[in-house]
């Protein structure tokens, strides 16, 4: 039969069953008494068999029409990865044959994806001569990559660039003066900058006991967040030069530890190296070096800072204030547990709302005798009750001469001896002369640069009493006859008279 014939039969055969199916469904409006009749399952018989036989007319219906032509062409599929460099993108390291399983050596395929960001297009300046790469992102893609060379971004005078989310482990024979990451000029610019943001994000950096983790040297606006760097021999971070270096969120650790490690005494290395100025470290964990934060420039902040990387009593120290007579570094809320501070000629430093476990204290290391502008306030300082002072001074190389605006106060102690600048004392009794000894707890040996006193009497007559000593921080009071008195004493160290 002709196709043509096939389709009119079957037009009719659909108008007959539409009827007897619009039949079958009008009976379900009869009323109830008559549909009480069909309970004896014809009704429900007739209408399964109805359906049934509509069903098996719209499939043939189906296959005998011809499948529709569409007037245009289907799309293309997108490509999913552009040409490297042909716009501001995400480098997917994988697609310059990197090895996201560690075994084969990827330091070539990174490098080449660094140059193809580099190279490609800018929209643009930052800081003048430094180009706006536009956000490149070089994308690790999860993997664990085997390098052995540092990765060095390939000139000076960019920036917008964003290195994340996988891990860098150094070969056994990378360089030991190198780092993993390396943020150093290997060409000149026109700009006094060499990189302006560039973020290195979500990574772990393996140095495998060969060299560091990231140099940032004469950079600008540096940010380093949510990191994991371990296993180095030099420094986990250094930044050298520049300013505005950012790093938080993140831990470091030359060994894999959480306390107690049986080979902490010989932890070595430094974990964070500020060597430049206006730097934040906020919120880090240091669980295992020599050295926590060593720092040697200017006006640097310290926030939410955790050190446990290696005990005072093996030689550690938590915080390193290397910068004699222009320290001007903001320490706060910091935990130093069991490692304590240290700050050399101190000026224009502060240390506030931290807490110091296990014996961790500060000292003040006396260079050229100079501490100016010092607040150590608000603290909390835990030992063990073996008299501990919670701060102290290094004056090996000379005493502390000129000390103006030196504030340690309000910090509360347990199990340690407390030291203070500002100290309060009373004594009574009968006599002509009181004596208040405040040596212990006052922090420079005979120096009281300011005296408040008060004397009280009930006796019957009215004495007449001056301060007649101060030597020793200790406080003399005599009165030109004997009388029954108790005196209140308030002195002050920390200004210069």
Avoid at 8 to 18: E, F, H, N, R, Y
Avoid at 100 to 109: N, R, V
Avoid at 316 to 340: A, E, F, H, M, W
């Amino acid at each position: 039969m002709e196709p043509a014939m096939q389709r009119k039969m079957l037009t009719i055969v659909m108008g007959l069953a539409s009827l007897l199916i619009a039949h079958v469904n009008g009976e379900t409006s009869l009323p109830f008494d008559h549909q009480k009749l069909t309970s004896d399952g014809h009704y429900l018989d007739q209408m399964q068999k109805m359906q049934a036989f509509k069903h098996s007319l719209l499939t043939r219906r189906q296959l005998a029409t011809p499948p529709t032509i569409s007037s245009s062409p289907a799309p293309a599929p997108q490509a999913t990865n552009q040409p490297p460099g042909s716009r501001p993108s995400v480098y997917e390291v994988t697609t310059y044959g990197a090895d996201p399983t560690g075994k084969l050596d990827s330091t070539e395929a990174l490098l080449r994806a660094l140059t193809d960001a580099f190279n490609g297009p800018s929209e643009g300046f930052l800081m003048k001569g430094i180009k706006n790469l536009g956000g490149a992102h070089i994308n690790l893609q999860g993997g664990n990559y085997l390098i052995s060379k540092p990765l060095r971004l390939p000139a000076a005078g960019a920036g917008n660039l964003k290195i994340s989310g996988g891990t860098l482990t150094a070969s056994d024979d990378f360089p030991t003066e190198g780092y993993l990451i390396d943020l150093s000029a290997s060409s000149s610019s026109s700009s006094s900058y060499n990189y302006e943001y560039i973020t290195m994000k979500d990574l772990m950096l393996d140095c495998n006991f060969r060299g560091g983790g990231i140099s940032v040297i004469n950079s600008l606006r540096t940010s380093i967040d949510n990191c994991y760097i371990s296993h180095f021999s030099t420094e986990g971070i250094l930044v050298q030069n520049g300013h505005e270096t950012y790093i938080r969120n993140s831990f470091l650790g030359q060994h894999i530890t959480a306390g107690g490690d049986p080979g902490e005494r010989n932890f070595s290395g430094t974990a964070i190296n500020l060597m430049g100025n206006d730097n934040a470290v906020t919120d880090v964990v240091i669980f295992s070096a020599a050295i926590g934060v060593m720092v040697s420039g200017q006006a640097n902040t310290l926030s939410g800072v955790h050190c446990y990387n290696k005990a005072t009593g093996f030689g550690g120290t938590g915080i390193y204030l290397k910068l004699p007579s222009l320290t001007q570094t903001r320490i706060v809320n910091c935990y130093l547990d069991y490692t304590g501070i240290v700050a050399e000629d101190p000026m224009q430093l502060t240390i506030s709302s931290s807490f110091f476990l296990g014996d961790a204290f500060i000292l003040l290391k006396s260079i050229n005798g100079l501490a100016e502008g010092i607040n150590i306030v608000d603290n909390m300082f835990a030992g063990s009750d073996k008299g501990i002072e919670i701060v102290q001074l290094d004056q090996s190389k000379g005493p502390f001469k000129k000390i103006d605006q030196v504030v340690v106060d309000r910090n509360n102690v347990k199990g340690m001896n407390l030291k203070a600048t500002v100290a309060r004392g009373s004594v009574k009794g009968n006599g002509t002369s009181w004596t208040v000894d405040f040596s212990p707890v006052l922090l420079f040996p005979n120096l009281i640069n300011h005296v408040q006193y008060s004397l009280s009497s009930g006796g019957a007559t009215f004495p007449r009493h001056a301060l007649r000593n101060v030597s020793g921080n200790r406080v003399v009071i005599e009165s030109d006859i004997a009388v029954p008195a108790s005196v209140f004493v308030m002195v002050d160290q920390g200004s210069a008279s």
